[in-house]
C-alpha cells in the first residue's frame, strides 16, 4: 500500500501475519463450553474442518481447551478484546 510508511506494497497488503476476524472464535465466545462438533454445526463447517481453525486459534493462545469444548483465553487477543468478544454472551 504506497504511502503507509511500513514498506508494504501492492501485493503484500495486507501483510499474511496479521489475522483477520475468525468467525471460530466469535462462535466460541458466544458459546463457551460447547463441543468442536456442536460449534461446526452451528457454523455450517465440517467438524475435521472447524477443529483445524480451533487449534490454529490455540497456537496463537487466543482459546484454550475445557473439559467439554473451548473458550476465548483470557490473555488472548487481550483483556480488552476478550472482554468485547464475550460482551452479552450468555
Excluded: N
Excluded at 510508511?5 to 475468525?22: K, Q
Excluded at 461446526?40 to 475445557?66: C, I, M, N
Excluded at 469444548?69 to 488472548?76: F, H, K, M, N, R
Amino acid at each position: 500500500m504506497p504511502g503507509c510508511g511500513r514498506g508494504w506494497t501492492g501485493s503484500t497488503w495486507p501483510p499474511a501475519t496479521v489475522p483477520g476476524p475468525s468467525p471460530a472464535l466469535q462462535l466460541i465466545a458466544d458459546r463457551p463450553g460447547v463441543r468442536a462438533g456442536d460449534l461446526a454445526e452451528a457454523a455450517g463447517r465440517e467438524r475435521l474442518a472447524f477443529k483445524t481453525d480451533v487449534r490454529k486459534l490455540k497456537e496463537l493462545r487466543l482459546t484454550e481447551s475445557l473439559e467439554v469444548g473451548y473458550q476465548v483465553s483470557p490473555a488472548g487477543p487481550g483483556a480488552a478484546g476478550a472482554a468485547r468478544l464475550t460482551e452479552g454472551a450468555g
